[in-house]
């Protein structure tokens, strides 16, 4: 297959083409391979076959957890006699993260072919496409895609007169971080508010209406058609033998040229940000970078060194690739206020229903703003790390248990920074969150 | 019943037809967007009304209202205004863009124009990183934000300079 040739040497399997008004549609992503996959699937494969060269593939799901998805479907039991659901996370709100988006604006056919792949393994006669409510072009194209999908006989009743049916119903979140969480998003999908619940029992055992359900990340779908197309041995050249296949890296923040990056996993860190996105603003040097959303635990700039792009080395340099939303911190950066901006935001989504999290989070947020506004106390950076400390663990969710690594985090590596502003009543870098504002003088001339 | 939910009903039984049978109370999210849209804010006639045709508790209604941020029981400004003031945004300029909407509009973030006009409301990321800062008008994104550009909408918004 020349085909596979073209694809490998790139190393990229979805920003591989030209990116156009139309290159979204069905028409076009037909001439890129679109749903021979699933043709495969349907007429040459049986379901536990597809979820078999998932499993050999070594897909990890792209989520932030990186669970090797083969194995989550694999809990599903064929013939047990209860309907199966499959549901496409397309709820992106970890911040720094934006690569979904892509996804669904230029590859929304790839997402949905994944989907009804994945249902097929399952049995499903259902699927849900979750997608974020603040979302606007990514849901209008995943609206037409599955509208176009339905017209040429790709969903709906007797799927390519194969005998295999599915309907999809994308269904529009209304503001809300924490239904990111998968058993957040399927109580968001009953009709609920979104809170998370404990496991055990799985939701590959009860999920949906407490029916066994399979949450897969966008990025994991997309995925799952390469995979059939390649073959599990060809797609597993790609990457690290434990990180098969590629990353979707969104990066933004203090980097000269921000956006959305495939790079195969194993790639040189210090390449990707000095090369590929340019370096930092303004040939400022990198102070530390949060490499997977605000979630992981920030690295500087000394730690990625020699780093590899792959969890293992995420992992091994003490940090997590998580969701692959990357941002970059120049120096004279003040992280006080980083950590305050970041502490707002987990106060804010607190769902509410963790003692820690929901009292933790707000009592953080607020001595944060004491520091900032000039009335830290000696004992402030001990006591941040204390309600930190008190979340990891006892909350329902991972997102809770998170929620206080993101100040520790930055408190390990500047506390001097802290002790500073506490000491002195103002900050080391003038409380400086930009490298270029382009509102710092816009105000000039503005009647108050 | 009588009113707006009456009238999208004949919708949302079309809806529906993709969900699996006993899935009528997953239409309370997609519903109460819909409503909202129409109405620009959730009224009581409304929950009371989506309460009886989904057959839900009203406490779920209740609490569906309250949990999720795009939700309103007030009406908002014409133009509701919402800023990323998240970690990505506030390192390209956030701060400032909500100072420049403030002293534009004449409002703190929260608050609404007099002329009913314009709403400003800061929010958590809305994963549009790269092009930071930026806004949602509406439904839409507006990215890579400067004075000139934001100048240029507001103007574009209201039909004159503000």
């Known amino acids: 297959m020349s085909i596979v040739a073209t694809e490998l040497s790139g190393t990229k399997f979805f920003m591989n083409f030209p990116v156009t008004d139309t290159s979204h549609t069905l028409a076009e992503y037909r001439t890129r391979f679109g749903y021979q996959a699933l043709e495969k699937a349907l007429r040459?494969?049986?379901?536990?076959?597809v979820t078999k060269e998932v499993a050999a593939a070594g897909l990890l799901g792209h989520g932030g957890?990186?669970?090797?998805?083969?194995?989550?479907?694999?809990?599903?039991?064929?013939?047990?006699?209860?309907?199966?659901?499959?549901?496409?996370?397309?709820?992106?709100?970890?911040?720094?993260?934006?690569?979904?988006?892509?996804?669904?604006?230029?590859?929304?056919?790839?997402?949905?072919?994944?989907?009804?792949?994945?249902?097929?393994?399952?049995?499903?006669?259902?699927?849900?496409?979750?997608?974020?409510?603040?979302?606007?072009?990514?849901?209008?194209?995943?609206?037409?895609?599955?509208?176009?999908?339905?017209?040429?006989?790709?969903?709906?009743?007797?799927?390519?007169?194969?005998?295999?049916?599915?309907?999809?119903?994308?269904?529009?979140?209304?503001?809300?971080?924490?239904?990111?969480?998968?058993?957040?998003?399927?109580?968001?999908?009953?009709?609920?508010?979104?809170?998370?619940?404990?496991?055990?029992?799985?939701?590959?055992?009860?999920?949906?209406?407490?029916?066994?359900?399979?949450?897969?990340?966008?990025?994991?779908?997309?995925?799952?058609?390469?995979?059939?197309?390649?073959?599990?041995?060809?797609?597993?050249?790609?990457?690290?033998?434990?990180?098969p296949g590629t990353q979707m890296i969104s990066i933004s923040g203090h980097i000269a040229k921000p956006g959305v990056y495939e790079v195969e996993y194993g790639y040189l860190w210090t390449k990707f940000i000095y090369e590929d996105c340019g370096g930092i603003q303004n040939g400022k040097a990198l102070k530390c970078i949060i490499p997977g959303g605000v979630s992981t635990k920030i690295l500087n700039a000394s730690e990625i060194e020699g780093v590899t792009l792959d969890h293992n080395s995420a992992v091994a340099a003490g940090s997590q690739l998580g969701s692959g939303g990357m941002i970059a911190v120049a120096e004279g950066t003040c992280m006080v206020r980083l950590a305050q901006v970041i502490q707002r935001f987990y106060h804010h989504?607190?769902?509410?229903?963790?003692?820690?999290?929901?009292?933790?989070?707000?009592?953080?947020?607020?001595?944060?703003?004491?520091?900032?506004?000039?009335?830290?106390?000696?004992?402030?950076?001990?006591?941040?790390?204390?309600?930190?400390?008190?979340?990891?663990g006892t909350t329902i969710c991972s997102l809770g248990d998170s929620a206080g690594y993101a100040c520790s985090a930055i408190m390990d590596h500047y506390r001097e920074e802290f002790e500073y502003y506490i000491t002195n009543g103002r900050s080391m870098y003038d409380g400086n969150l930009t490298v270029e504002d382009p509102f710092a003088s816009a105000l000039v001339g503005v009647a108050s | 019943m009588t009113g707006l939910?009456?009238?999208?009903?004949?919708?949302?039984?079309?809806?529906?037809?993709?969900?699996?049978?006993?899935?009528?109370?997953?239409?309370?999210?997609?519903?109460?967007?819909?409503?909202?849209?129409?109405?620009?804010?959730?009224?009581?006639?409304?929950?009371?009304?989506?309460?009886?045709?989904?057959?839900?508790?009203?406490?779920?209604?209740?609490?569906?209202?309250?949990?999720?941020?795009?939700?309103?029981?007030?009406?908002?400004?014409?133009?509701?205004?919402?800023?990323?003031?998240?970690?990505?945004?506030?390192?390209?300029?956030?701060?400032?863009?909500?100072?420049h909407l403030s002293a534009r509009l004449g409002i703190k973030p929260g608050e609404t124009t007099t002329d009913g006009q314009f709403t400003l409301t800061t929010v958590e990321c809305l994963a549009s990183c790269g092009t930071a800062p930026m806004m949602m008008v509406g439904d839409a994104f507006f990215e890579n934000l400067t004075p000139a550009s934001v100048d240029a909408l507001l103007t574009e918004l209201t039909g004159s300079a503000l």
């Open chain 1, 44 to 49: 040459e494969m049986s379901p536990t076959d």
């Open chain 1, 349 to 392: 989504e607190s769902c509410g229903q963790c003692t820690p999290c929901r009292e933790g989070m707000g009592w953080m947020e607020r001595i944060l703003n004491r520091i900032v506004a000039g009335g830290g106390r000696p004992e402030d950076i001990d006591r941040l790390y204390q309600i930190s400390q008190a979340n990891d």
């Open chain 1, 65 to 243: 957890a990186a669970f090797p998805a083969g194995r989550k479907w694999g809990v599903v039991k064929l013939g047990d006699g209860e309907p199966h659901y499959v549901c496409m996370n397309a709820d992106e709100g970890e911040p720094g993260t934006f690569k979904d988006r892509w996804l669904m604006e230029c590859v929304p056919h790839m997402a949905l072919e994944g989907l009804i792949i994945g249902s097929y393994a399952l049995q499903g006669r259902h699927a849900f496409i979750y997608i974020r409510g603040e979302f606007d072009l990514a849901y209008r194209r995943m609206a037409e895609a599955i509208e176009e999908a339905y017209a040429a006989g790709l969903l709906g009743e007797n799927i390519l007169g194969t005998g295999y049916s599915l309907d999809v119903v994308l269904y529009r979140g209304a503001g809300s971080y924490v239904c990111g969480e998968a058993s957040a998003m399927l109580a968001s999908l009953e009709g609920k508010k979104g809170w998370p619940r404990n496991r055990p029992p799985r939701l590959t055992v009860k999920g949906l209406y407490q029916k066994p359900t399979v949450v897969n990340n966008v990025e994991t779908l997309v995925n799952v058609p390469v995979i059939l197309r390649l073959g599990a041995v060809e797609f597993k050249k790609v990457g690290t033998p434990k990180s």
């Open chain 2, 5 to 99: 939910v009456q009238r999208l009903i004949p919708e949302f039984e079309v809806w529906k037809r993709r969900y699996p049978a006993g899935f009528e109370g997953s239409l309370s999210i997609p519903a109460l967007r819909r409503i909202q849209e129409e109405r620009g804010y959730i009224a009581d006639e409304d929950i009371a009304d989506l309460t009886a045709y989904l057959g839900v508790p009203r406490t779920q209604i209740d609490e569906v209202v309250a949990f999720y941020t795009q939700f309103t029981r007030k009406p908002l400004g014409t133009h509701h205004i919402q800023v990323c003031h998240n970690v990505s945004c506030s390192m390209r300029g956030a701060e400032g863009l909500v100072k």
